[in-house]
């Protein structure tokens, strides 16, 4: 029960920074693209 937990805490986390990342990577696509 608690490793279920730390998982679902450690997902949790990380989805944010996933998607801080994928925002950065376009940024970063559409100033080479321009």
């Known amino acids: ?3 279920r937990n730390l998982i679902t ?3 949790l986390l ?3 920074l ?3 990342a994928q925002s950065l ?3 970063l696509t559409v100033e ?3």
């Open 18 to 20: 996933a998607f801080s």
């Open 25 to 27: 990577a376009e940024s």
């Open 9 to 11: 805490s450690a997902i």
């Open 32 to 34: 080479q693209r321009l």
């Open 14 to 16: 990380m989805a944010p």
């Open 1 to 3: 029960m608690f490793r």
